[in-house]
């Protein structure tokens, strides 16, 4: 099975500034058809998760553009441009590239 | 567009229990679906996926054999079929739709976890 790491596992953030959150995957999450299969999800507290990015760096539809996503192969990263209050939550990475799907243990973002 | 899950409760070890998951505002029949859960203060797990036509079905190594997923397209019903329940059983179960794409050549691929329930709480504890 795939492996997904993350770091950091906590983020404290203040409002307005930028924060990020590394992935890594123990196996190359890029295809040869060119797509790296990594997901991002946010789970607000007290809510289901929320897909955020997928194939990659692809924003799903309707997540704020201060989002971005970046990385290829066995690195990956989450950008937040701007944090805001409504960002806090656990921020998990996924792969998608082989049928058992793994999660990496989350990272917890909340306000400093 | 709407997943709800039912069928959670409190179960003795080695009990079975039987998950449902309600779709609507879609078209169930072209989506893979799957069941992911969440132990209580823990990250998210994968247990187990299946295709729109049930050609293809996927178990996490910690459920094969026990749990059994499938689906009624005609009731628009996804189903987790759980025996032999263990206390390490004990979490949120999330139904969530799979969102695939074909490549021309790579055939069928994954694209994301597009839409997730409420989830449904199983607790295994004699």
């Known amino acids: 099975d795939i492996v997904m790491t993350q770091s950091p596992l906590f983020l404290p953030v203040t409002p307005g500034e930028p924060a990020s959150i590394s992935c890594r995957s123990s196996?190359?999450?890029?295809?040869?058809?060119?797509?790296?299969?990594l997901d991002w999800y946010l789970q607000k507290p007290g809510q289901s998760p929320q897909l955020l990015i997928y194939?990659?760096?692809t924003r799903a539809s309707g997540v704020p553009d201060r989002f971005s996503a970046s990385g290829s192969g066995t690195d990956f990263t989450l950008k937040i441009s701007r944090v805001e209050a409504e960002d806090v939550g656990v921020y998990y990475c996924?792969?998608?590239?082989?049928?058992?799907?793994?999660f990496g243990p989350g990272t917890k973002v909340d306000i400093k | 567009v709407h997943l709800v899950e039912s069928g959670g409760g409190l179960v003795a070890p080695g009990g079975s229990l039987r998950l449902s998951c309600a779709a609507s505002?879609?078209?169930?029949?072209?989506?893979?679906m799957v069941w992911v859960r969440q132990a209580p203060g823990k990250g998210l797990e994968w247990v187990a996926s299946?295709?729109?036509?049930?050609?293809?079905?996927f178990y996490a190594d910690s459920v094969k054999g026990r749990f059994t997923i499938s689906r009624d397209n005609a009731d628009n019903s996804l189903y987790l079929q759980m025996n032999s329940l263990r206390a390490e059983d004990t979490s949120v179960y999330y139904c969530?739709?799979?969102?695939?794409?074909?490549?021309?050549?790579?055939?069928?691929?994954?694209?994301?976890?597009?839409?997730w329930g409420q989830g449904t709480m199983v607790t295994v504890s004699s």
């Open positions: 969530a739709r799979e969102d695939v794409y074909f490549h021309f050549w790579s055939g069928y691929r994954h694209r994301s976890f597009d839409m």
């Open positions: 505002g879609f078209i169930f029949s072209d989506y893979s």
């Open positions: 299946i295709s729109s036509s049930r050609t293809y079905i």
């Open positions: 196996q190359s999450l890029l295809h040869s058809n060119g797509n790296n299969y």
């Open positions: 194939l990659g760096s």
């Open positions: 996924m792969q998608g590239l082989e049928a058992l799907f793994t």
